[in-house]
T-cell receptor, first 113, second 116 residues
Framework: QQQVKQSPQSLIVQKGGISIINCAYE??????FPWYQQFPGKGPALLIA?????SEKKEGRFTISFNKSAKQFSLHIMDSQPGDSATYFC????????????FGSGTRLLVRP | GAVVSQHPSRVICKSGTSVKIECRSL??????MFWYRQFPKQSLMLMAT?????????EQGVEKDKFLINHASLTLSTLTVTSAHPEDSSFYIC????????????FGEGSWLTVV
């Protein structure tokens, strides 16, 4: 119930391409779904987040698509750049109670020049 | 944006000693802070939730007597690893919830602990 499953484990994309990372959750009580970017040796940085009352949110080159009925959400990185090479984590949380973030297993993205 | 500061960023300690890691919210008040542990190339695992003025809530499997958490003020939480062993070597990361902004949670830069 508490798991967040993330795929793929690693991803290689050419510069300018679209990077797509998927996550699935089981606990229908989750109501906050953020994506974090982490560079080696650094803490995670919030990229973009969505609530279940919307199906899509876009901020710059980053878009979250959310499918409540399927309990899935995904991150799309448009026009991927070498500087986007990092590890990406999806997470889920209950903002009405604990605020604990449950993280997916992470996706290591490499964008080739 | 809001900043969460961790100190020290790197620490090496001898086996059997204790080490304290601080987590500060620099420009906001954090009623709730979280401590995570991350092994190389793995995800973040929540260790405990720290609430200002009350006892921390530990996740299943985390030894509360080994990982002492104190949240004495709205801007500071500390994690003390007691009687450290080499297997405690890890990347420890804190995060803090800005209670005025509701669901915004900021992460610190992490602290590398190496126990020799």
């Amino acid at each position: 119930q508490q798991q967040v499953k993330q795929s793929p484990q690693s991803l290689i994309v050419q510069k300018g391409g679209i990077s797509i990372i998927n996550c699935a959750y089981e606990n229908t009580a989750f109501d906050y779904f953020p994506w974090y970017q982490q560079f080696p040796g650094k803490g995670p940085a919030l990229l973009i987040a969505i609530r279940p009352d919307v199906s899509e949110k876009k901020e710059g080159r980053f878009t979250i698509s959310f499918n409540k009925s399927a309990k899935q959400f995904s991150l799309h990185i448009m026009d991927s750049q070498p500087g986007d090479s990092a590890t990406y984590f999806c997470a889920a949380s209950r903002m009405d109670s604990s605020y604990k973030l449950i993280f997916g297993s992470g996706t290591r993205l490499l964008v080739r020049p | 944006g809001a900043v969460v500061s961790q100190h020290p960023s790197r620490v090496i300690c001898k086996s059997g000693t204790s080490v304290k890691i601080e987590c500060r919210s620099l420009d906001f008040q954090a009623t709730t802070m979280f401590w995570y542990r991350q092994f190389p190339k793995q995800s973040l695992m929540l260790m405990a939730t720290s609430n200002e003025g009350s006892k921390a809530t530990y996740e299943q499997g985390v030894e509360k007597d080994k990982f002492l958490i104190n949240h004495a003020s709205l801007t500071l939480s500390t994690l003390t690893v007691t009687s450290a062993h080499p297997e405690d070597s890890s990347f420890y990361i804190c995060s803090a919830r800005d209670y005025l902004l509701g669901d915004t949670i900021y992460f610190g830069e992490g602290s590398w602990l190496t126990v020799v």
